[in-house]
């Protein structure tokens, strides 16, 4: 169990390594949130991976690029943060929410589950970003079928959403101070 163990931690250290070199050189952050979420939905064969910007004083979560596989559509786009309500209460937290089965599981209201079942979503975990006491976005992975989320899984991609999280912030320091060097020139 203990070896076991060992080499479940030592393979993802070695995605978080990977993910971290891939990321690392970008300039662009839809780039950085499409690349992670790629690589996520790889590393966990899962059906879909996104990453939501949320803005509560609009109402609103943006999904710049998604990731999906087996016929699920497409999230990218912008969403009201009402019609997630119960996800978004669970997020503001700072827990993340496992679900392994959207049509049983207690954390999803019964109106909410034809909505899940309509985007193909069975099961999911989303992990927050929360930043000066605000929930700033989530980054979330999904499968067609229910699923049975391992404590590794989940906090694989919890470690994932900090990087990235990391790794836009510095893509968008680094377009400022180009574009403030560029008028200051």
Do not use: K, N
């Not at 996520?40 to 609009?58: C, M, N, P, S």
């Not at 079942?117 to 605000?134: D, E, F, K, N, Y």
């Not at 049975?148 to 906090?155: A, G, I, Q």
């Amino acid at each position: 169990v203990l070896a076991r163990a060992l080499q479940d931690s030592e393979r993802r250290a070695g995605f978080m390594l990977r993910l971290g070199d891939a990321l690392r050189g970008q300039a662009d952050p839809v780039a950085i949130e499409g690349d992670a979420c790629r690589m996520l939905a790889e590393w966990l064969d899962v059906d879909r991976a996104y990453y939501a910007e949320i803005d509560e004083t609009q109402g609103t979560a943006d999904v710049a690029r998604d990731v999906s596989y087996g016929g699920a559509g497409s999230l990218a786009g912008t969403h009201r943060v009402g019609d997630f309500a119960w996800s978004v209460a669970i997020l503001r937290t700072g827990r993340c929410h496992v679900i392994d089965d959207t049509r049983t599981s207690p954390l999803v209201p019964e109106a909410a589950r034809a909505a899940s079942s309509a985007l193909g979503i069975a099961a999911c975990v989303c992990t927050p970003l929360i930043r000066h006491g605000r929930l700033v976005g989530a980054l979330c992975v999904a499968s067609a079928t229910p699923r049975r989320w391992s404590e590794h899984e989940v906090e694989l991609v919890r470690e994932a959403g900090e990087r990235l999280w990391a790794a836009v912030e510095r893509a968008r320091a680094e377009a400022a101070l180009r574009a403030s060097e560029a008028r200051f020139r």
